[in-house]
């Protein structure tokens, strides 16, 4: 028997592969940065009532920018334009691992209405290094922190 290619095996899979995209969007307002953070909300089945940045799943033929500029518009009412950071993550799910990656955004413009929760908005570097770890998703206030400094870094005009 001869093995099937990546691509009859891509053709031939069940179910398409699920995908999410997200980011971390920082604005920067009178020369101070600030990273916009939202609780999700306690109906997921993971992560409920976590902070995090803003995402979800990929649609089939969407670049990954274009997922992330599609659901920050959608749910925040944002432009946003790329830093050209990112990291790959995991999310533990029922049926394995969803992977995902993760953008350093930076604010753009706002174009419409924000869908924020009650505590969800703004953040400054050190309204971020009092918080709790254990109020974000995991490893999520290291990476918003290791951002904070890497725009500091690279002295970016936001």
Do not use: N
């Not at 997921?44 to 033929?61: E, I, S």
């Not at 969407?62 to 500029?69: C, K, L, Y």
């Not at 691992?97 to 570097?125: N, T």
């Amino acid at each position: 028997m001869i093995p099937m290619s990546v691509r009859e095996l891509r053709e031939k899979a069940p179910l398409p592969l699920e995908v999410h995209v997200s980011g971390l969007c920082f604005r920067r307002l009178q020369g101070m940065w600030s990273v916009l953070l939202q609780r999700l909300p306690g109906d997921r089945d993971f992560v409920q009532g976590c902070r995090d940045g803003c995402g979800g799943c990929l649609r089939a033929y969407e670049t990954f920018q274009d997922g992330v500029r599609r659901i920050f518009r959608a749910e925040l009412g944002l432009v946003v334009s790329f830093h050209g950071v990112h990291e790959f993550y995991e999310i533990p799910w029922k049926s394995g691992i969803i992977p995902g990656i993760r953008f350093l955004c930076l604010y753009e413009a706002q174009v419409g209405s924000a869908l924020l929760s009650g505590d969800s908005g703004w953040f400054m570097k050190e309204s971020v290094e009092q918080m709790s770890g254990d109020e974000f998703i995991p490893g999520m206030k290291s990476k918003v922190l290791d951002w904070f400094d890497e725009l500091q870094l690279r002295g970016c005009a936001g």
